[in-house]
Each structure stands twice: as structure tokens, then as C-alpha cells.
């Protein structure tokens, strides 16, 4: 039985510049969690003139994509950090750039320095890359004049898998399960929804086998095939790991390298950094969904998604006791939270819920975030002058890339319960394109780092002494290409995988909501029994990175939940 309380008309924090919305007693639907994707929910609901309103936590919407005063007068892209995946359908609805949205390209975007022991005759001290073809050439020659030209081939080859998946990334999913267990009407829906599977068949055409190898393969074997320089092939290995408890070796790898690709299919064309951080994305995005009606609140944790007689949703309950009811609820928790800790007990069916206790959450991430009263000074590219801001420190700087054995290496001592010896690096400096994240003359640098294993190392748990202890390995390792580094640094925080899963709601402390391996992907996603957005119960849809097409700051699992719900 439904258990129906008094609501009080608590006042809460809105993103209503000016005012402060009541939380009302009933919407036409409610989002839990005001991450980004649950802000581009928001939006298109409120767009199509539904009462809607976002529960958010925390005391700031965003979710993983925010900016934080950490260090004062430091302001840090906390745990996302480079926006390239957004969708252009939800760039243009949104109108971001109305809204205050601003990026600055990253030109070039990748900067691979070497140890002095790797300087040898006749080859480069770094690798430095980005969107012209003709630098990149002259570039990877210093390593491997055939890589040179083999480059120039598999970015083609990439970049036609990743146009081929775009239209997959607009779209729902198919139910298999419908198109044979419905009537006419609901199979002719579901065969629809196999559209941009022929498109993306057409587009791949006869490199099909290719692009089967592609989202099957080891990264390590499709790069060990086109490519001979170990800079090189480690430097683009690294897209393949990223955010992921797998090495280049893991077959589906080379899925993960192309869906860090696709930003070039991104409604920015290339990675880029928003101005004043991430939280400058869903900043915006929460202006436009305020601006389209609907209410955003935040200090709001939601304790549970209530049902009724009929296992329908009928609204949710909130930490602080008020009942908000709904007919629709769009959660952007992970699915692991939406499923196992907001719902009652025993309200799924057993084989669905045993494929999300089943679900892949491992995070071989730890972020730190790094004030700086000075700029790195690389050994392999001096600066020309004093905190002179060279071309690469607007790159991912990647470190431990000279061979790609060093990934192999750290992800085996991760699995193994160690911090590796040399772990796998990238630091970005955003305060290099944009002055406002630091005072004048500092700077912020974002590490992100892996592999760590979640639990800490030898029984130790991730307390203040072992976060330190990483930290001064990471520093150190810095040191070693830019002798100084750790005696610029004012302050830093660590986030390793237990303080990404507290602060952020990310279970398992992973980035993506759950593995991005092809058996977590597209009909799978998060469960082969019920493809997302849509769930076994009725009202209650997934609009997080735990729903298709998953993770990174992309906005289309919110789209395609908000307009599914809207067809219910």
C-alpha cells in the first residue's frame, strides 16, 4: 500500500536566478539527479510543456561535470574535464551558446613528452598532435616516416567507424524481445527502431569486416597492425583504456578507443575546454531548462522512487520526508543506485535484477586536481620565457606513453592490488586557454590517472596518507619531464575510485556509469532483458550514462529517456 504523507512546503535552493521555486506537491515528471544528462531531460520535458522538476543531492547541479573552488582562487573541473562527445542535436536545442556556453578548440590536442633516456639520434624528444594532417605527418616522422603515412589511413579508417555509429547515438535502442512477443502495431514500431542500424550498415559498406574487428579487437592488435613507433601507439592506446579497468590487450578495447574518436562527430568537432570548467556545460544546460519551465533544486537527495498497487511509479520521497508525486520518473543515478537502492525490495523481476548485480562498475580511476603558482617546463620543449605559454600545455599531455608495455604493466600491478610503478597519466592544463580558472600567473592542472585498484593497497584503505602517498608518486613522476613541477604545486585533492563513488554518486567510483564493453553496449545497456531507456517498471525510465549510448559528457541519454517518456 501506497504510504501517502503531508507535504510541507519546503523551500529549496532553485536555479531560478531571482527567486527560490516551491517544490511542489505533484509533476508531470520528476528527474533524480541534476547531472547533465538529467538537466537535457529536464529540458525536452519541459519543452513539450510538462511540469517537471530535478532533484539534485548535492549542493550544485552538474553531477560529474562541474567546476569547484577547491584551493582558493582555483577554480577545477573536479571530475569531468574535456568536453568533445556532446551531441550536436543537443547543442542546437539547448541554444548552449546562448546561454553562456563558450569553449576554447584545443589546437593542438595531444603532447607526448619523452624521458632523456628515450632521446636517441636522429628521432624526437616528443610527439605533438592535432587536427592538421601535414603537422602531424611532419610529427609522427620523427618516430616513423611509414607510420607517418599509415596514420593518415587509419584516421580514415576510424573516422568512417565513428561517422557510421553517430545515428546509433540519436536513437533508441530496438526491443528485441517486443518484436517478436507484440502485436502488429508494436512490431511495426520496434522494426523502425532498426533504422539506424541499416544506416549505419550502409555507411560502413564493404569495410564491415573492418569495423567488426574494430569493436572486437584488442586496441593493441588493430595499432600493432598500421602502426611501428611506441610513442605513437601508446599515445592512442590510451583512448582505448580510458576510464576502464581493461588494457589495449582486452578484446573490445578498440570500441573504446572509437568512442573517444567520435568527438570529431561532436557537435564541437574536437575536444575542447569550457570556459570556467566543466560546470560551465551544465551551467547552461541548467539555464535552459529553467528558462523552458522546469523547476531545479538542489540539497535534495532522493531516498527512494515509491510505487503503487500496481508497481507503476507514483512519485518519490526525499531524504528530508517530502513525497513528490509523479506518474514519470527519469533517474540519472546509476543504474546499480536507481535499481537496488531507490526502488522497494523485491519490486523487479528476479532475472533483471540479478543482470544489474551483474553489471561491471570497476574503476581503475583516481583524478587529481592540482593548483599550480607556475607552469610545467618540460625538458623535451623548453618554455621560450618565464611562464611563457607554450602550444603543448593546452594539450592532453600524455606521461609513462614512451612504450605501450608501460600500460600493460600497470593495468596487470592494479589488477593485482598494487599502484603501479609507472601508472598511466594525463594531465591537462586548462588555465592555459582560459584566464579564468586561476589567478594571474596560476594555473590548474588536472590529472587523470590510472590504474589504482578500488580498495587500496595492502589492506590500507584510501585514507589522507595513501592519497598523499599517490599523489607524491604522480608529482614525482612529473618531475622527471618537468624538473620543478612539485615545487610549483600550492594544492591538491585526490579523488581515487571510493571518493568518485561518495561525492559523485558513480558507483564503483566509474566514470561511465558501468563498462563500456560490447556486452554492456546498445540492446544491453544496462540489461539485455530491457534495453534503455525503458525499464520493467512502468513510469520509471533511465536517463543517466548507465542508459544508451553511455558515458562521457554527450547529453543523449537524457534526450532519448525525456523523449521516450514523452510517448508514454
Given at each position: 500500500m501506497l504510504l501517502r504523507k503531508t507535504i510541507s512546503n519546503l523551500r529549496s535552493v532553485s536555479y531560478r536566478q531571482g527567486s527560490s521555486a516551491v517544490l511542489r506537491k505533484s509533476y508531470d515528471a520528476v528527474v533524480v539527479g541534476g547531472g547533465h544528462n538529467g538537466l537535457v531531460a529536464a529540458f525536452y520535458l519541459a519543452k513539450a510543456g510538462k511540469k517537471v522538476c530535478v532533484l539534485e543531492r548535492r549542493h550544485i547541479v552538474g553531477g560529474a561535470a562541474v567546476t569547484e573552488e577547491i584551493v582558493p582562487g582555483f577554480k577545477f573541473s573536479r571530475a569531468s574535464y574535456v568536453l568533445g562527445l556532446l551531441r550536436p542535436k543537443v547543442y542546437h536545442?539547448?541554444?548552449?551558446?546562448?546561454?553562456?556556453?563558450?569553449?576554447?578548440?584545443?589546437?593542438?590536442?595531444?603532447?607526448?613528452?619523452?624521458?632523456?633516456?628515450?632521446?636517441?639520434?636522429?628521432?624526437?624528444?616528443?610527439?605533438?598532435?592535432?587536427?592538421?594532417?601535414?603537422?602531424?605527418?611532419?610529427?609522427?616522422?620523427?618516430?616513423?616516416?611509414?607510420?607517418?603515412?599509415?596514420?593518415?589511413?587509419?584516421?580514415?579508417?576510424?573516422?568512417?567507424?565513428?561517422?557510421?555509429?553517430?545515428?546509433?547515438?540519436?536513437?533508441?535502442?530496438?526491443?528485441?524481445?517486443?518484436?517478436?512477443?507484440?502485436?502488429?502495431?508494436?512490431?511495426?514500431?520496434?522494426?523502425?527502431?532498426?533504422?539506424?542500424?541499416?544506416?549505419?550498415?550502409?555507411?560502413?559498406?564493404?569495410?564491415?569486416?573492418?569495423?567488426?574487428?574494430?569493436?572486437?579487437?584488442?586496441?593493441?592488435?588493430?595499432?600493432?597492425?598500421?602502426?611501428?613507433?611506441?610513442?605513437?601507439?601508446?599515445?592512442?592506446?590510451?583512448?582505448?583504456?580510458?576510464?576502464?579497468?581493461?588494457?589495449?590487450?582486452?578484446?573490445?578495447?578498440?570500441?573504446?578507443?572509437?568512442?573517444?574518436?567520435?568527438?570529431?562527430?561532436?557537435?564541437?568537432?574536437?575536444?575542447?575546454?569550457?570556459?570556467?570548467?566543466?560546470?560551465?556545460?551544465?551551467?547552461?544546460?541548467?539555464?535552459?531548462?529553467?528558462?523552458?519551465?522546469?523547476?531545479?533544486?538542489?540539497?535534495?537527495?532522493?531516498?527512494?522512487?515509491?510505487?503503487?498497487?500496481?508497481?507503476?511509479?507514483?512519485?518519490?520521497?526525499?531524504?528530508?520526508?517530502?513525497?513528490?508525486?509523479?506518474?514519470?520518473?527519469?533517474?540519472?543515478?546509476?543504474?546499480?543506485?536507481?535499481?537496488?537502492?531507490?526502488?522497494?525490495?523485491?519490486?523487479?523481476?528476479?532475472?533483471?535484477?540479478?543482470?544489474?548485480?551483474?553489471?561491471?562498475?570497476?574503476?581503475?580511476?583516481?583524478?587529481?586536481?592540482?593548483?599550480?603558482?607556475?607552469?610545467?617546463?618540460?625538458?623535451?620543449?623548453?618554455?621560450?620565457?618565464?611562464?611563457?605559454?607554450?602550444?603543448?600545455?593546452?594539450?592532453?599531455?600524455?606521461?609513462?606513453?614512451?612504450?605501450?608495455?608501460?600500460?600493460?604493466?600497470?593495468?596487470?600491478q592494479a589488477l593485482q592490488g598494487q599502484i603501479p610503478d609507472n601508472p598511466m597519466i594525463e594531465l591537462t592544463i586548462p588555465s592555459s586557454c582560459d584566464p579564468t580558472l586561476a589567478p594571474p600567473g596560476c594555473h590548474v592542472a588536472l590529472f587523470f590517472t590510472q590504474y589504482v585498484p578500488y580498495s587500496g593497497v595492502d589492506g590500507r584503505p584510501w585514507d589522507e596518507d595513501l592519497k598523499r602517498e599517490y599523489a607524491m608518486k604522480i608529482f614525482g613522476i612529473v618531475d622527471q619531464y618537468a624538473p620543478g613541477f612539485t615545487d610549483s604545486i600550492v594544492g591538491y585533492e585526490v579523488l581515487p575510485p571510493p571518493d568518485l563513488e561518495k561525492i559523485f554518486g558513480l558507483t564503483g567510483g566509474n566514470i561511465f556509469h558501468g563498462a563500456m564493453s560490447l556486452n554492456q553496449l546498445l540492446i544491453s545497456r544496462p540489461s539485455s532483458l530491457q534495453p534503455s531507456p525503458f525499464t520493467p517498471i512502468t513510469g520509471l525510465l533511465l536517463c543517466g550514462s548507465g542508459a544508451h549510448p553511455g558515458g562521457g559528457v554527450m547529453g543523449a541519454p537524457g534526450r532519448l529517456a525525456a523523449l521516450s517518456a514523452l510517448t508514454l
Open positions: 536545442d539547448l541554444d548552449l551558446k546562448r546561454h553562456g556556453l563558450k569553449v576554447y578548440p584545443r589546437d593542438p590536442s595531444s603532447y607526448t613528452p619523452l624521458r632523456e633516456n628515450y632521446w636517441k639520434n636522429g628521432t624526437g624528444r616528443s610527439l605533438t598532435l592535432g587536427p592538421h594532417e601535414d603537422q602531424n605527418f611532419q610529427q609522427i616522422s620523427q618516430f616513423s616516416e611509414n607510420d607517418a603515412k599509415s596514420m593518415v589511413s587509419l584516421e580514415k579508417q576510424l573516422n568512417k567507424c565513428a561517422e557510421a555509429i553517430a545515428p546509433l547515438l540519436d536513437n533508441v535502442p530496438p526491443d528485441v524481445g517486443k518484436l517478436f512477443e507484440s502485436d502488429f502495431l508494436d512490431k511495426f514500431k520496434q522494426v523502425r527502431k532498426f533504422a539506424p542500424l541499416m544506416q549505419a550498415a550502409t555507411t560502413i559498406g564493404k569495410d564491415f569486416p573492418q569495423f567488426y574487428e574494430l569493436m572486437t579487437a584488442p586496441a593493441r592488435k588493430i595499432l600493432e597492425r598500421w602502426l611501428e613507433s611506441e610513442p605513437l601507439k601508446c599515445t592512442l592506446a590510451t583512448d582505448s583504456v580510458i576510464g576502464a579497468m581493461i588494457s589495449p590487450s582486452t578484446p573490445g578495447s578498440g570500441y573504446v578507443l572509437l568512442h573517444h574518436v567520435m568527438a570529431q562527430n561532436g557537435a564541437l568537432g574536437n575536444w575542447a575546454y569550457p570556459e570556467g570548467g566543466m560546470g560551465g556545460v551544465t551551467q547552461a544546460m541548467a539555464r535552459a531548462a529553467s528558462e523552458a519551465g522546469a523547476d531545479i533544486f538542489t540539497n535534495q537527495p532522493v531516498k527512494s522512487i515509491m510505487l503503487g498497487s500496481k508497481d507503476e511509479v507514483v512519485g518519490v520521497e526525499t531524504e528530508d520526508g517530502n513525497i513528490i508525486f509523479a506518474k514519470t520518473i527519469l533517474s540519472n543515478a546509476t543504474a546499480h543506485v536507481t535499481f537496488l537502492e531507490l526502488l522497494p525490495s523485491g519490486s523487479l523481476p528476479r532475472d533483471f535484477e540479478a543482470s544489474i548485480k551483474a553489471l561491471d562498475y570497476t574503476s581503475p580511476v583516481c583524478k587529481i586536481n592540482v593548483a599550480l603558482k607556475s607552469l610545467p617546463n618540460f625538458r623535451a620543449n623548453p618554455n621560450v620565457g618565464p611562464n611563457s605559454i607554450m602550444p603543448h600545455h593546452r594539450c592532453t599531455i600524455h606521461l609513462n606513453c614512451e612504450d605501450i608495455e608501460l600500460l600493460e604493466e600497470a593495468y596487470f
